[in-house]
């Protein structure tokens, strides 16, 4: 297994995963052999690496907010900048709220199932446009024991009718044509949940004009876009007029996430302000 060619930490997550070893007993049993039906294994899981397969699909799973969350080639890869979003959102819901949330375009379910189990006296709810995708959120809803609506549709149409308190979305927002496509982990992971049209930002135009009438007085919408985008963001934001606008770094200070609050109906009172 040191022959593989890979960096010793994946070299180790591997060969734990064809072993079901923890990595402490790894260590301890570095000079030992194994058998060939072992070796074999360990070689075809370090080919897919070899050859730029993300880990998070090799092993089938990645860790978000602190919870072990399941993946296919269905879903995106949940990435630590994204945990932005749910803390931005949790800190606009008291935790004894019995609100209702709702997460547009929900992958793997991340982001709803951390939300759901920071806060479980709120309702979730879920879409995506992918079966599959929602058959993997469905999994790991039940994996960590939180309730969340799932439903199959485009953005918001499953939804006629209902308010939520609270809307986050992590939409595709790739540019098609964007370098960044052919390199890393997003070469593996699905296009549609990745690609936003021309510029990147025709779903985030879509949630930002439909999320309006699904939001109640003084509900946040909150969403992940670009590393340069979050002044074309805000202007849609303002555009479809939404107040306290404005955009937050993740931990790189790169601008991750903005988002708006629907006006008071009417002059009524705000819902939660923060």
């Not at 402490?24 to 052999?33: K, R, T």
Request: some cysteine; hydrophobic content about 45%.
């Amino acid at each position: 297994m040191a022959q593989s060619g890979l960096p010793p930490l994946e070299a180790r997550m591997l060969a734990g995963r064809v072993l079901g070893k923890a990595s402490a007993w790894l260590i301890a049993h570095a000079d030992e052999s194994v058998n060939i039906e072992t070796e074999q294994a360990f070689a075809a899981l370090a080919g897919r690496r070899v050859r730029g397969e993300p880990m998070a699909y090799i092993l089938g799973e990645r860790e978000f907010c602190g919870l072990e969350f399941g993946v296919t080639r269905a879903v995106l890869i949940p990435r630590p900048e994204t945990e932005l979003l749910v803390e931005l959102a949790l800190a606009r819901i008291p935790e004894t709220a019995a609100v209702r949330m709702l997460d547009l375009g929900t992958g793997s379910g991340a982001i709803a199932i951390a939300l759901a189990k920071q806060r479980p006296q709120a309702r979730l709810t879920a879409v995506d446009v992918d079966y599959a995708a929602l058959a993997v959120a469905r999994a790991n809803a039940k994996r960590h024991g939180v309730s969340v609506r799932f439903f199959c549709g485009d953005w918001l149409g499953p939804l006629s009718g209902e308010t939520f308190d609270l809307i986050v979305s992590n939409p595709p927002y790739v540019a098609a044509g964007d370098p960044h496509l052919a390199l890393g982990d997003v070469r593996f992971e699905p296009q549609r949940a990745l690609l936003g049209g021309a510029d990147g930002l025709d779903c985030i135009r879509t949630i930002v004009a439909r999320a309006r009438p699904h939001l109640r007085s003084g509900a946040w919408l909150l969403f992940e876009h670009g590393y340069d985008q979050a002044e074309a963001c805000r202007a849609l934001l303002e555009a479809q007029g939404y107040r306290e606008v404005q955009s937050w770094p993740d931990l790189a200070g790169i601008p991750r996430v903005s988002g708006g609050r629907a006006a008071p109906v009417d002059g009524g009172n705000d819902l939660f302000p923060v």
